[in-house]
């Protein structure tokens, strides 16, 4: 028996005793090849999954070194099976090579005949292959290089893409660091991000991923299209760009609904790329309307399944995808691990917390208790009409506004999903509110009000959700959220991550009903944040006076 | 124990027999345990059993190669001297020797005053066999052919033609037609190679127009020896170095995966019982559920599930509705409560003494049915040999070395072949089934068996060691705010089964990982745990401070708990009279009836009906019968058990073989002084008339010694005759003897034969 921090279970997860002396080695061990899945304060639980593993093999790791490193660190005997299957899993990334062939352009070869016969023979991959040249290669087209590494994926044999990338247009990028400087895990992330090719890189909302893919541009001194969720994030990229690289504001494009511009840096939104008319997407040519050299995914768990089957011809261009989380409510992790690359860098949110780069938070949930009468409702309600019901009572605005009293002085975000809430507590609070139909010049001054701390309250939808800087917010107010949506939870809780002049821990409060769907889902919200590190407290509303 | 070599030799082999001690007596009958069973009544009819063609086949499935050749060589060249046998054995001596006397220790062949003798069936069961185990080939040595001393002057006389073959019949087998040739022809007249042979009588004539290659002439041509190429290279084993620290932790690894592995399904089967097959097995779709719940692929599962049965753990039990369900037996509790490498012995011992081959789960039967696990006929007469030879190959490697891998396995098959060359080619999977089977229980590890392992095969207690290689309990979890805890090592399982109650079980392993929710705190609170209780529970095995989301939990979990009450009750008082009611309840005849008042207008009784209602007739209430809608059945699922099958392992078995080994020897014995002071008794007398039995061992022994006997035979008219005749063979029945009179080899029926009398030379 050997005294290592880790526990390897047969069910493939690792369990990491992180108060354990060698934790510290043993994490940055095992980080390339396993999946953090939780990362509460004792025990943090990584999971060993083939995408895992492949992500390994992608950046170069062997299964020597996997096992190497488990029998290393293990406290107890690795179980055998364990063992056998990494390797085995790990034998299958590769076998099949996408290269580029000097007189057939793209071609599939394979140094294991076999899997390139049961490969053939899938009914998944007819129609993206041409002629057999010889017995171990095969013409592959070349509008299907995504398609095709999407369903090799699918039948679990990965195939490695060496056939290499466009180089794109050329235009000079450079990173102005004068007035602020690339933080060294910005910097680790779009290195590895460049010598991989492709690929996504995890960092935590708040800890600056917009500076990952300037820097990403900087490698690239290429035309760039960066793929955002909408159009106050497209804004923000570019102020950002203009601020922190030698770009000017003529040299970037804004392409969404209201703007159609092309130019070397052209920031697109996701809604504008997957709009149709009369079945066709008309604004699917912006992706071939230049030679471009590189393509950002801002938000890539969020991608839309349009945007996967687009992305799959666009192969042959370097791609990065940034994002908070891996973790897709749709599942559809596989498409981003074939379509945009494997996991580059990945960083736990308390470790870069730890560095100073992001606030710390206190989460807090407040139970308010339905009064009898609105429990009988609710008892009595259809299904699909509980969680309303149970996420607006009224009684949550009371609460809402005591603890809008106690931070008084601090700004505030108060967010919600229903607009009828939300309305009720602007006007209760006498607050702005920003929805859906509030226009983006709207928009824009009020969060630049925030901003400056002119207003000190903002009640927001989840237009707020994504990618809308408010480095100052301080105390955040959920009253209802997307049913049990995880990564909603964490946009929210970034909103607030943004490092803070003073140092203070940002608040998180959530308001839920007792008893009700509300604090179910609220209950799953949650065990993603406590996965992540981030104990929550739980109190009652009438104890709130005293808390 | 080889000391006859320079006896002087029997009369017969039942003399031989008479002749040894009791302790190779008992060793005989122990490898060779048909001859005990029914008991011989003399040394004469165990000699005669020895001979009989089935044991004799069974005995020759017992030798390795080398001895399989020398054996081979008595055939052809006895009777012989030790020295004369063992020149021809292509082999070192002293291995040659110890062949030898285990051929003779195992009765396949006996000490005649001049020279060692093969039984009379061994050569021609030499030659039914698998191509690998082939011996020489030669046939015996024939009479009319010249002596070997004589066969190279007339090799040196022989055309080329002639000469090349003479080889190719020696190398294809030893036999030939002769075509059109002339069986009888000189050398002078011979006009073709084969006339040329058979002049010489190098080939000689089998009747029509067979002729054979005559062992004294195969020999010469092979140099002197049975075979070209030495039979004593016994086939290496391809090894590979690994640390033997590393084989035990990764073996004791798999072994505590077993051992948890078998507890969780017994457990699980234990409340939610498997249903059995009405052929007796599990079902597939029983094991795919099995193997989902073990995390293990199905080849493991049904390993685990018939180690489990061949443990005693798991038998059959008819089920509520009368279908029969696999349940854990009452030895499972015992067996449950003791140390994890007690409990693995166990389990080990069963699936080493086992003859269920799990490893044909899933493989078709003769009736093309796939095979289930469990299921009655998953048996393999080989396996146990297989296993124990395949750990006792890896036992003999030396320390620090393993079977590599890839090749390692292989090189394994074929020292086995060589160990046991005459038994079936299925065997080859088996030694590989083995294998994988003792690796996923952790017997063996990286190719290499495991200390612990190596006792145990030894039949000593592997307990201590392998409690040494095993993770220790540990008697605290890590509680965290995501409502999980973590015991980082097996947990004692006194805390294990609390804190099972209390949190649901999500990862299992060297550690096991506890989730809690509401159902799981519920649960806890259903079997009476108090809100108190729990929380200090928590506090007692949590060695961090709880954390307020799980005491939330808990206090949440009690604050809705109970809001709703259930109750039972037999018979239910309802009236909107509430004074009736409570004149009822306190009538002073009401006080036996059990009646609780749980609402004004209800009141509740644990009386049955049909006795309440007559007594509250008599209380002078006049009730109506309401229509009875069922009342509620509060139930809790009981713990099924079946009783341990009282199966004998093999180990058992040998130890009861042994005694009875050792008692049918002294039976014999005394049998044969009996027989012996009876025929002692009219020596000179006519022959008395035989029982067949009689004229079988007779017979047999006249077989073995090459002598002539005088026969009273009745032949098909009724006429009784006296026959001077040299038998040949006793089998299905007849007597092939060749007949003085007839001059021809003649058949005769064994029960008319009337007796059998020795022909003094």
């Known amino acids: 028996m050997n005294d290592g921090p880790l526990i390897v279970q047969s069910d493939k997860t690792l369990l990491l005793e992180i108060d354990h002396e060698r934790a510290a080695d043993c994490r940055k061990a095992i980080a390339p090849f396993a999946e953090l899945e939780r990362s509460p304060e004792h025990v943090h639980t990584y999971r060993l999954t083939p995408l895992g593993l492949w992500n390994a093999r992608a950046a170069g790791h062997d299964a020597e070194q996997v096992v190497d490193t488990l029998l290393e660190f293990s406290r107890y005997s690795v179980p055998h099976s364990l063992l056998v299957d990494v390797a085995e899993t790990m034998a299958r990334y590769g076998r099949l090579r996408l290269e580029k062939h000097p007189t057939h352009g793209l071609v599939m070869s394979s140094t294991d005949r076999p899997v390139l016969e049961e490969v053939l023979r899938a009914k998944k991959v007819q129609g993206m292959l041409g002629a057999r040249l010889d017995d171990d290669t095969v013409v592959v087209h070349a509008s299907e290089r995504g398609n095709l590494k999407q369903a090799l994926l699918k039948l679990g044999w990965p195939a490695e893409d060496w056939a290499g990338y466009v180089d794109g247009e050329a235009h000079e990028i450079d990173l102005d660091e004068t007035s602020w400087q690339l933080r060294d895990y910005q910097r680790d992330a779009a290195d590895s991000f460049w010598n991989g090719g492709s690929g996504v890189v995890v960092l935590p909302c708040g800890a600056g991923k917009t500076m990952v893919g300037a820097a990403a541009m900087a490698h690239a001194k290429a035309t760039t299209l960066i793929l955002v969720t909408n159009t106050v994030s497209a804004r923000q990229w570019k102020d950002e760009l203009i601020k922190r690289t030698s770009l000017t504001e003529d040299e970037i494009g804004e392409y969404s609904g209201a703007v159609k511009e092309v130019r070397p840096v052209t920031i697109a939104t996701y809604q504008v790329l997957t709009m149709r008319r009369k079945g066709v997407y008309p604004h699917l040519e912006l992706l071939d309307a230049r030679d471009w050299g590189l393509i950002v995914y801002d938000e890539v768990h969020l991608l839309p399944a349009p945007i996967f089957r687009m992305t799959a011809n666009l192969q042959a261009r370097r791609r990065i995808g940034l994002t908070a989380t891996l973790v897709r409510e749709d599942g559809r992790e596989g498409d981003v691990f074939s379509l945009i690359g494997p996991k580059r860098y990945d960083a736990p949110w308390k470790d870069i917390e730890a560095q100073g780069w992001i606030a710390p938070a206190d989460c807090v949930e407040v139970r308010v208790t339905l009064p009898e009468n609105e429990r009988l409702v609710y008892a009595t309600a259809e299904p699909e009409e509980r969680y309303r019901l149970a996420a607006c009572t009224p009684h949550k605005t009371s609460v809402v506004r005591e603890l809008v009293e106690r931070h008084r002085g601090q700004p505030t975000l108060v967010i919600g999903q229903y607009i009828e809430q939300l309305d009720e507590l602007a006007a209760t609070l006498d607050a702005p509110l920003i929805k859906g139909d509030t226009t983006v010049k709207e928009r824009q001054r009020l969060f630049e009000a925030f901003r400056s701390g002119e207003i000190g309250l903002l009640v927001v939808s989840k237009v707020a959700n994504f990618s809308i800087d408010l480095p100052s917010a301080e105390v955040a107010i959920q009253v209802s959220g997307s049913f049990g949506s995880r990564q909603e939870e964490a946009q929210r809780l970034g909103r607030l991550m943004r490092p803070k002049a003073g140092g203070q821990t940002a608040r998180f409060y959530a308001v839920v009903a007792r008893d009700t769907v509300d604090a179910e889902f609220a209950q799953n919200r949650q065990r993603f944040l406590a996965e992540q590190g981030y104990a929550y407290r739980i109190v009652d509303a009438e104890d709130l006076p005293a808390a | ?761």
Do not use: C
């Open chain 2, 1 to 761: 124990m080889g000391t006859p070599t320079e006896a002087p030799g029997h009369r017969s082999l039942a003399d031989q027999l008479r002749g040894w001690d009791d302790v190779r007596l008992t060793r005989l009958l122990l490898a060779r345990p048909d001859l005990a069973t029914p008991a011989p009544h003399d040394f004469g009819q165990l000699a005669s059993r020895a001979t009989v063609r089935v044991s004799l086949l069974r005995a020759l499935d017992l030798l390795d190669r080398l001895e399989l050749h020398v054996l081979d060589a008595v055939a052809l060249v006895g009777p012989a001297s030790r020295e004369e046998v063992l020149a021809v054995v292509h082999a070192d001596g002293t291995a040659a020797g110890a062949a030898l006397d285990r051929v003779v220790d195992l009765a396949l062949a006996w000490w005649t005053p001049t020279g060692v003798r093969a039984l009379s069936g061994v050569a021609e069961g030499l030659a039914l066999a698998p191509a690998w185990a082939a011996v020489s080939g030669l046939l015996p040595a024939a009479a009319e052919a010249p002596d070997a001393d004589e066969v190279p002057p007339l090799l040196t006389q022989l055309s080329a033609a002639a000469r090349a073959l003479l080889d190719h019949v020696e190398g294809s087998g030893g036999q030939a037609t002769a075509g059109a040739s002339r069986l009888r022809v000189t050398a002078e007249d011979a006009a073709t190679p084969a006339e040329e042979l058979l002049a010489r009588r190098l080939l000689v004539s089998r009747g029509g127009s067979a002729v054979v290659l005559p062992g004294q002439v195969g020999l010469v041509l092979r140099g002197g020896r049975t075979t070209r190429d030495p039979v004593d290279a016994v086939p290496p084993l391809v090894t590979a170095e690994r640390s033997p620290a590393l084989v035990d932790r990764t073996a004791a690894g798999a072994a505590f995966e077993t051992v948890r592995r078998v507890e969780l399904l017994l457990d699980h089967w234990g409340t939610d019982p498997a249903p059995a097959l009405r052929s007796g097995g599990l079902g597939v779709r029983d094991l795919k559920a099995t193997a989902r719940l073990l995390h293990v692929d199905e080849p493991t599962a049904s390993l685990l599930v018939e180690v489990a049965g061949a443990a005693g753990l798991l038998a059959q039990r008819a089920g509520g509705d009368g279908n029969a369900l696999w349940v854990p037996t009452d030895a499972f509790d015992a067996w449950s409560t003791q140390v994890t490498s007690t409990r693995w012995a166990a389990l080990a011992r069963a699936w080493l003494t086992t003859p269920r081959a799990p490893a044909l789960v899933g493989t078709r039967d003769e009736s093309d049915k796939p095979r289930n696990a469990l299921a009655p006929g998953l048996t393999s007469r080989t396996v146990t040999e297989s296993r124990a030879m395949a750990l006792a190959a890896l036992h003999g490697l030396e320390d620090g070395t393993v079977l590599a891998a890839g090749t390692g396995v292989p090189s394994l098959v074929s020292r086995v072949r060589w160990l046991r060359p005459r038994r079936p080619a299925a065997r080859e999977q088996e030694l590989a089934d083995a294998l994988t089977e003792a690796a996923s229980l952790g017997l063996v590890a990286l190719g290499g068996l495991a200390s612990y392992a190596a006792l145990l095969v030894a039949g000593e207690d592997p307990g201590p060691v392998l409690a040494d290689l095993l993770p220790e309990p540990v008697d605290h979890v890590l509680v965290q705010a995501d409502l999980t805890a973590v015991a980082p090592g097996p947990l004692e399982s006194s805390l294990a089964r609390r804190l099972q109650l209390l949190a649901d079980v999500e990862s299992r392993g060297g550690a096991t990982t506890y989730r809690f929710t509401p159902a799981s705190v519920r649960r806890a609170l259903d079997v009476g745990w108090s809100a108190a209780e729990v929380h200090e529970f928590l506090g007692t095995i949590s060695r961090t401070p709880v954390p307020q989301p799980l005491t939330y939990l808990v206090d949440d979990t009690v604050r809705t708990y109970g809001t709703v009450r259930l109750g039972h009750a037999e018979a239910f008082l309802r009236s909107d009279d509430e004074a009736a009611l409570t004149t009822l309840v306190h009538h002073p005849k009401a006080g036996s009836l059990g009646l609780r008042r749980i609402a004004p207008t209800v009141v509740v009784s644990d009386t049955p009906l049909d006795v309440l209602l007559p007594r509250l007739r008599e209380i002078g209430a006049a009730p109506v019968v309401e229509a009875a809608d069922g009342t509620v059945q509060v139930t809790r699922p009981d713990l099924l058990r079946a009783r341990a099958p009282r199966e004998r392992t093999t180990a058992v078995r040998s130890a009861r073989q042994g005694a009875a080994a050792g008692a049918v020897v002294s039976a014999v014995r005394s049998g044969d002084r009996a027989g012996r002071v009876r025929t002692g008794g009219e020596a000179g007398a006519a022959p008395a008339s035989l029982t067949p039995s009689g004229a079988l061992t007779a017979l047999r022994e006249a077989v073995e010694a090459g002598e002539a006997v005088l026969i009273t035979y009745v032949d098909n008219q009724g006429t009784r005759s006296d026959r001077l005749v040299d038998p040949r063979s006793v089998e299905g029945g007849s007597l092939v003897a060749y007949d003085h009179r007839a001059d021809d080899v003649r058949s005769f029926a064994v029960h008319r034969i009337h007796s059998v009398q020795a022909v003094p030379d």
